[in-house]
């Protein structure tokens, strides 16, 4: 297991990391600049090559979970793990809702609910409640990998770090061939490309709504997949303590 997403890390930093790089090698090249990174063919140069492509793409990674990841949860209220157990939340009906607490206080001998100041404001509940269900959701996930339930919630999450380097990507993409659109106008309109500038942008545009949805929707999986897996798992061992 360790080794598979090893592999997968190298990759998933690897490709945005070339992807990138070549894109960016095609503009500079466009405008009369050199190659970015100039490389000659040779071995050693492809492994220069290799290295600052995965460099590149752990930047892209940075970029992705502490800015990129940090807005789109400031403007969506936080990660479903925990918005899902807040009363009148969505993902749950409240029926389900109501019976997933009971199962975690039940099988881990907590309360689920924190215990909120009288004198606390709206923003300070929904901090104490975020950090209290985001708790409750580890101890969820840590139970499903420990009992080695199954490898869904580990593939949902790979994917949503894939997505979220895509939309960073997408994102940067956008905002070097804008401003290369922006400022260098009158070039662009001299090689007669207006029409292929605005095309790339249109398509980096709808590639960052896909893998903002994308993004999302594997954020939607991966916190549902572990707690239907506890659930399920919760059930199991009632129903064989009552035998």
């Known amino acids: 297991m360790l080794q598979r997403f090893g592999l997968y890390e190298f990759f998933a930093n690897l490709i945005p990391g070339l992807a ?5 090698g095609w503009l500079a090249q466009f405008f009369g600049y050199g190659r970015i990174p100039p490389i000659s063919g040779s071995i050693s140069d492809a492994s220069v090559l290799v290295a600052w492509a995965y460099i590149v793409g752990l930047l892209i990674q940075g970029v992705a979970q502490n800015v990129v990841e940090r807005a789109i949860l400031a403007a969506t209220g936080g990660f479903p793990s925990w918005r899902w157990l807040i009363d009148d939340g969505e993902g749950f009906t409240p029926e389900h809702r109501e019976r997933l607490k009971n199962a975690i206080k039940e099988y881990f001998g907590e309360p689920v609910e924190p215990r909120i100041s ?44 894939l997505f979220r380097a895509l939309l960073t990507f997408t994102l940067m993409l956008l905002l070097a061939f804008g401003s290369a659109l922006a400022f260098k106008w009158g070039q662009v309109q001299k090689n007669q490309a207006t029409g292929l500038f605005e095309g790339i942008l249109a398509l980096l545009v709808a590639a960052a709504i896909v893998s903002y949805f994308s993004m999302k929707k594997r954020a939607e999986d991966f916190a549902r997949s572990v707690y239907d897996l506890f659930y399920t798992f919760y059930r199991q061992e009632v129903m064989t303590k009552t035998r």
């Open 20 to 24: 990138f790089m070549s894109a960016l």
């Open 118 to 161: 009288k004198d606390s404001d709206r923003k300070g509940a929904l901090q104490v409640l975020r950090q209290r269900y985001q708790e409750v959701f580890y101890q969820c996930f840590n139970l499903v990998e420990q009992k080695k339930l199954s490898d869904r919630p580990l593939a949902f999450n790979a994917h949503y770090g």
